[in-house]
């Protein structure tokens, strides 16, 4: 990439390395909606990722992103910069590199890179999605009035949640960066997108972190876990006009169903004591058979009452968030926690965010008590 640096500074221009076989990406898609009758919303679905796959899924994540309805984005963006200064003494010392898991809009890659950039500390930024039109959207914004060397931008195309991609991605990361340290990010509440949330988070530090490493988490938080938190949080979701064009326009994509936004709903459910989990979920409610066609044209039964999953969030209490950090062998050594007020229909939700470091580095030795001083009498 260094030898054509003219091209990479012309912003119309995007290098980005892909790292997976795409006709892949879509029979995994295909997969995820071909699973048997379900009318709890756990049988067809859109699998973690796919939601923001694609130019459409893109453009109406970043509109859903800018909705006055949608509190738990546009909070989260709207306070990272104050609560990413609060993380900043927990930095390794020297240059550092940026390797940002799921970049979103790029907004609060931005942040984090101008504060690299104002104390000259800035190494490579390593965007990292499994959406290329994702990747354009945040690497334009992130890198916005910034001094970042266009050769040190390497946006790459690739599904994080996989082990043998997270292999390729780590010898890369190490080819770029050698043994300088790597702060890593999954911001936006994006863990909890995923069914098998603790165990992706102890992939990710097992075969990512190193002890100079950091690894910055946000994910969204809850002080109450009863039925009535549920159904409260099912509606921060269900209330946003453009979180709802966001979450079917996979489906539009993927299938040729005819969408009508009166059968889109958000469940609440109380998941253990660990968290509340919120599942957007689109019923067949035209009270017969439909059928679907998919992307490989093939046609599979959508029976009345039938659901499809299209995106699976959660708010964590803080005691789930604790035992998750411990089964994912992490440890903190930073966090700051946001909560809201609590209202008289809901509790108080908030945001979390974690510096953490791999549980397997050994901590600092204790001081030592002074010995005799030979000098005194």
């Not at 010392?93 to 950039?117: F, N, W």
Request: glycine content about 8%.
């Amino acid at each position: 990439m260094r030898r054509i640096p003219s091209i990479l500074g012309d912003p119309g221009w995007t290098v980005c390395l892909v790292g997976e076989e795409q006709s892949g990406k879509l029979a995994q898609v295909t997969a995820g909606l071909r699973h048997g009758p379900d009318p709890s919303g756990s049988g067809k679905r859109i699998t973690s990722g796919f939601s923001y796959w694609g130019l459409e899924s893109t453009v109406a994540w970043a509109h859903a992103c800018n909705d006055l309805y949608y509190p738990v984005m546009r909070e989260s963006i709207g306070s990272f910069s104050r609560r990413w200064r609060a993380m900043t003494q927990t930095l390794p010392d020297g240059p550092l590199h940026y390797v940002s898991l799921g970049p979103g809009t790029g907004q609060k890659d931005q942040a984090l890179l101008r504060y690299l950039d104002s104390r000259g500390r800035s190494g490579c930024y390593i965007p990292v999605d499994v959406s290329a039109e994702m990747l354009r959207l945040a690497q334009r914004e992130a890198l916005e009035h910034l001094h970042v060397p266009p050769a040190d931008v390497l946006p790459v195309q690739l599904d994080f949640s996989m082990p043998a991609n997270l292999d390729r991605l780590c010898t890369l990361i190490r080819h770029a960066v050698g043994d300088e340290p790597v702060v890593y990010s999954l911001l936006g509440n994006t863990l909890a997108n995923f069914d098998n949330d603790t165990q992706l988070l102890a992939l990710l530090a097992e075969k990512l972190l190193r002890p100079q490493d950091r690894f910055l988490l946000e994910v969204a938080s809850t002080a109450g876990q009863d039925e009535a938190a549920a159904r409260a949080a099912a509606h921060e979701y269900e209330n946003s006009p453009r979180f709802r064009e966001f979450v079917t326009s996979a489906l539009m994509q993927y299938t040729d169903l005819q969408i009508d936004m009166n059968s889109l709903t958000c469940e609440g459910l109380v998941e253990d004591d660990r968290a509340l989990k919120i599942k957007v979920i689109y019923r067949n409610r035209t009270g017969g058979p439909l059928e679907l066609t998919l992307p490989d044209r093939s046609t599979v039964p959508f029976p009345d009452q039938d659901t499809i999953r299209l995106l699976l969030s959660r708010k964590y209490t803080l005691a789930g968030l604790e035992k998750m950090l411990v089964d994912a062998r992490v440890t903190k050594v930073g966090e700051t926690h946001d909560v809201g007020h609590a209202a008289f229909d809901r509790p108080a939700f908030g945001l979390a965010l974690l510096m953490l470091q791999s549980a397997d580095v050994p901590p600092p030795p204790e001081p030592r008590a002074p010995g005799p001083n030979p000098f005194r009498d």
